[in-house]
């Protein structure tokens, strides 16, 4: 029994797929079988970009302002940090863009727009503090967003799923060196 897949079991009629294709092609990658909500997608990313943007500049601000005993170490992390959370970033306002919306970076109203606050820490335990806080809230957006996604849009639900990971062990390591400066866990179970 031959049970390979052949393509005209999901596209019956491939002229039909093709005369499709050629509609509409100023709409770039969002084609008619596109099953989400395009305006409404590119305004959730929007907010998605800011968050990562607020996170970016907060780790540069504590990889330069950490002090004290162990603050190289930890400045080296919060920059790591950064630099990772620059390529979610770039990630989103790509996706942005694919959509056909032109990624938000203006300064004005970014505040505003994130999930994630930029802080005020003076310490390097309260840095800590702000980026672990950060970084849950990312873990808990980025689940609800993914739920959002769902099958609707794919490819936003897969890049925010890479995200999601990255921001996972963003937090463990938060975590991780607030522990290893308080000599306890921060978060109880």
Request: glycine share 4%.
């Amino acid at each position: 029994m031959n049970t390979a897949v052949k393509p005209q079991d999901f596209l019956t009629d491939v002229k039909e797929l093709r005369r499709r294709a050629a509609q509409a092609i100023e709409k770039g990658a969002v084609t008619s079988n596109y099953d989400g909500d395009v305006d409404r997608a590119i305004e959730i990313l929007q907010n998605v970009l800011a968050t990562e943007l607020v996170c970016v500049l907060r780790y540069t601000m504590h990889s330069i302002a950490a002090q004290g005993i162990d603050s190289e170490a930890v400045a080296q992390e919060f920059a790591e940090h950064a630099r990772e959370e620059q390529e979610h970033m770039t990630l989103v306002a790509n996706r942005i863009d694919q959509l056909g919306g032109t990624p938000n970076f203006n300064p004005e109203g970014l505040a505003s727009r994130s999930a994630s606050e930029y802080g005020k820490a003076e310490n390097l335990v309260d840095m800590i503090k702000e980026n672990l806080i950060a970084e849950r809230i990312a873990v808990e957006h980025y689940r609800e967003l993914i739920r959002y996604f769902a099958e609707k849009d794919p490819t936003t639900r897969v890049m925010l799923e890479q995200i999601l990971a990255t921001e996972e062990e963003h937090a463990t390591d938060m975590h991780d060196l607030l522990v290893a400066r308080q000599g306890k866990p921060f978060l109880e179970d």
